[in-house]
């Protein structure tokens, strides 16, 4: 079951004039701080998403390089777990597989949407599923670390990542949160496949979905949210993409 986002924010007021760049980071930081997540909408085609992202905080490259990554179909890469097909995604975090602190926050704009149906980010926050850890299983979580590979598309682009971390990791920061549902190694009779099944089964039936207009920007922070997508058909949906650090 899908519900709708609620920490939105619009980039003009109720006359139609650009909220003031110190409001609008005031406002946003309010709502990250609240929900996890910020979806902006009213984006004018004047709007520096760059510029905005880079008061974040420093900017992690995507895979290939590049910091703005394009996230849209790719040749080749229908066949196998990858953003850049149509199939869904499961729900993770990002930078599992970095031998570095994973990014902080992930953006996402949307430069053309999926006409038809699919194509959503959906979201849901693990907060809640942390603070409800029995002591032990906590202490599990923080302690014992795992393996971690990447995804099958970033394999077929050259970099086969293999890292290891445990699922929760104590930082100055906040709680780091890192999760998979198919790249995190274990044996079948592991205790974390449980906690798979039970966070998968949570965000299928509390996770929030986002259908992008043109220009809606999505920014959350990856070391407290999961992520993933719905499949869709329009190979012309394009989103842009940047990781940010702590």
Same mark, same amino acid.
């Given at each position: 079951?899908?519900?709708?986002?609620?920490?939105?924010?619009? $980039? /003009?007021?109720?006359? +139609?004039?650009?909220?003031?760049?110190? #409001?609008?980071?005031?406002?946003?930081?309010?709502?990250?701080?609240?929900?996890?997540?910020?979806?902006?909408?009213?984006?004018?085609?004047?709007?520096?998403? =760059?510029?905005?992202? &880079? @008061?974040? +905080?420093?900017?992690?490259?995507?895979?290939? +390089?590049? /910091? /703005?990554?394009? =996230?849209?179909?790719?040749?080749?890469?229908?066949? /196998?777990?990858? @953003?850049?097909?149509?199939?869904?995604?499961?729900?993770?975090?990002? +930078?599992?597989?970095?031998?570095? #602190?994973?990014?902080?926050?992930?953006?996402?704009?949307? =430069?053309?949407?999926?006409?038809?149906?699919?194509?959503?980010?959906?979201?849901?926050?693990?907060?809640? *599923?942390?603070?409800?850890?029995?002591?032990?299983?906590?202490?599990?979580?923080?302690?014992?670390?795992?393996?971690?590979?990447?995804? !099958?598309? =970033?394999? &077929?682009?050259?970099?086969?990542?293999?890292?290891?971390?445990?699922?929760? !990791?104590?930082?100055?920061?906040?709680?780091?949160?890192?999760?998979?549902?198919?790249?995190?190694? &274990?044996?079948?009779?592991?205790?974390? @496949?449980? #906690? $798979?099944?039970? *966070?998968?089964?949570?965000?299928?039936?509390?996770?929030?979905?986002?259908?992008? $207009?043109?220009?809606?920007? #999505?920014? *959350?922070?990856? *070391? &407290?949210?999961?992520? @993933?997508?719905?499949?869709?058909?329009?190979?012309?949906?394009?989103?842009?993409?940047?990781?940010?650090?702590?």
């Amino acid at each position: 079951m899908s519900h709708s986002p609620l920490s939105i924010l619009s $980039q /003009v007021d109720f006359n +139609g004039n650009p909220l003031s760049e110190e #409001l609008l980071a005031k406002t946003f930081h309010q709502l990250m701080d609240e929900h996890g997540y910020v979806l902006m909408c009213n984006v004018p085609d004047t709007f520096d998403q =760059v510029r905005f992202c &880079r @008061a974040l +905080g420093a900017f992690v490259p995507n895979y290939t +390089g590049a /910091v /703005v990554g394009d =996230v849209r179909p790719e040749p080749g890469m229908d066949d /196998v777990y990858h @953003a850049g097909n149509t199939r869904p995604l499961t729900p993770h975090t990002e +930078g599992y597989d970095f031998a570095v #602190l994973p990014p902080r926050y992930i953006a996402l704009w949307c =430069v053309t949407p999926a006409s038809g149906a699919g194509g959503e980010t959906t979201l849901c926050d693990t907060r809640p *599923w942390t603070q409800a850890l029995a002591d032990d299983e906590r202490e599990r979580l923080l302690e014992h670390t795992y393996d971690w590979k990447t995804t !099958e598309g =970033v394999q &077929r682009l050259g970099l086969d990542l293999k890292t290891r971390h445990p699922i929760l !990791e104590e930082h100055e920061k906040g709680l780091i949160v890192r999760f998979s549902c198919n790249n995190l190694l &274990r044996d079948d009779d592991d205790p974390v @496949a449980e #906690l $798979q099944e039970r *966070w998968q089964l949570a965000f299928e039936t509390e996770h929030i979905a986002v259908t992008y $207009q043109r220009n809606d920007m #999505l920014v *959350w922070d990856n *070391w &407290r949210l999961l992520h @993933a997508r719905n499949a869709f058909t329009d190979r012309s949906r394009h989103l842009r993409r940047i990781q940010i650090a702590a």
